[in-house]
């Protein structure tokens, strides 16, 4: 049977709509929203749906009510991927992203841990992506990411079998899976689980990283699922030293 990807409320929808408005300057901080029986019309959306998603990004710190002005842009509004999964190298890249070098982009048959967490069959064929993310010049992290297997992404997330397939041709072009899978689902709801512990580099992540084999890092692991359907599974190695990572907890 075929599996659909989970498609956003449409208030979700609108806040996304909104919220790139605000980023991409349409609406720049400092400004004031146009009124809302305007700005409905402008988004061809009904009221009571525009009035919940300004409310969500009120609460989200985007916007603030002032009392005889109405509904501005905040001077600082947080970056963009916490209401969304968000690719590591934008989460810890600071100032601006961190650049991702390709090391190895490969199909592979699973390993425990791919095997564990995108349940896949022992030969089924997985894309793994090895890259090094840097900044300032030096290396920041080094990630492994895995895919689903195609024919699985073919029904659970046809857009994202699409576009690892477009990236794949394109020579090997510097983004992450996840970077990749974010970008595809524009229309298609994500969640995301992920474990932090503390670890060694060792040798080779060593030499992958320019650090001795035993510097103390931070090991994240993460799984992306539609629905209940897991599509990416990644480890990412932060050794000391590495940009801050911030970390949201939900409840």
Do not use: C
């Amino acid at each position: 049977m075929a599996v659909s990807g989970q498609r956003r409320r449409p208030v979700v929808a609108l806040y996304e709509r909104i919220a790139d408005a605000v980023h991409d300057g349409t609406y720049p901080p400092g400004s004031t929203l146009p009124s809302e029986p305007k700005l409905a019309a402008e988004l061809g959306v009904s009221r009571p749906a525009l009035r919940e998603a300004l409310l969500l990004l009120q609460e989200d710190g985007v916007l603030t009510v002032r009392r005889g002005v109405g509904r501005t842009v905040n001077d600082r509004p947080p970056r963009r991927g916490f209401e969304q999964v968000q690719p590591l190298e934008e989460l810890i890249g600071g100032g601006g992203p961190l650049r991702v070098r390709a090391l190895l982009r490969t199909v592979e048959e699973p390993t425990d841990f791919t095997a564990q967490h995108l349940l896949a069959p022992a030969r089924a064929e997985l894309r793994f992506w090895e890259s090094v993310l840097v900044g300032e010049g030096a290396a920041a992290a080094l990630s492994h990411e895995w895919a689903a297997s195609d024919d699985l992404l073919d029904r659970v997330h046809p857009e994202f079998a699409r576009a690892l397939r477009e990236t794949d041709a394109d020579g090997h072009p510097a983004v992450s899976m996840l970077s990749v899978l974010v970008g595809a689902s524009r229309e298609t709801a994500l969640g995301a689980h992920s474990g932090i512990t503390a670890t060694l580099l060792g040798r080779r992540r060593g030499d992958q990283l320019g650090r001795p084999a035993d510097t103390p890092a931070v090991l994240v692991t993460q799984v992306v699922r539609v629905g209940e359907v897991p599509v990416l599974a990644a480890k990412h190695m932060l050794p000391t030293g590495a940009p801050a990572l911030p970390v949201l907890q939900s409840h």
